[in-house]
């Protein structure tokens, strides 16, 4: 059974920043695909970042620069991370840690996503 379970978010101040991790255990080989999405109230869930098993990692538009996302290992159990820097008013959200197999992109589509975590808020104030 596979659980993603982020930590908390937090409120810091616009140009400020935040990390956030996602703790992950029952992801087998074929689930190779893990990555971050956010969602605004009132908009559609978006994908921010994504990272394959190898450390390949490619981010959407709106955080390139910005944000990385990153991970680590230890006894088979996979942690993922998001460092935000620069925060903006915009990038205040729901932000999920999830997995999935097949294309490692941050642009995926939600509907092709099968795991996700409860969710982490992240405020950004001006």
């Known amino acids: 059974q596979v659980q993603l379970v982020e930590s908390e978010g937090g409120s810091v101040q616009s140009g400020g920043s935040l990390r956030i991790s996602c703790g992950a255990s029952?992801?087998?080989?074929?689930?190779?695909?893990m990555g971050w999405f956010r969602q605004a109230p009132g908009m559609e869930r978006e994908g921010v970042a994504a990272?394959?098993?190898?450390?390949?990692?490619?981010?959407a538009g709106s955080v390139k620069g910005r944000f990385t996302v990153s991970q680590s290992w230890y006894n088979a159990r996979r942690t993922l991370y998001l460092e935000m820097l620069s925060l903006k008013p915009e990038d205040t959200a729901m932000y999920y840690c999830?997995?999935?197999?097949?294309?490692?992109?941050?642009?995926?589509?939600?509907?092709?996503?099968?795991?996700w975590g409860q969710g982490t808020r992240v405020t950004v104030s001006s």
């Open positions: 999830a997995a999935w197999p097949g294309a490692c992109a941050a642009t995926i589509p939600t509907r092709q996503v099968p795991y």
């Open positions: 029952g992801i087998t080989d074929d689930t190779g695909c």
């Open positions: 990272i394959g098993r190898h450390g390949t990692a490619n981010y």
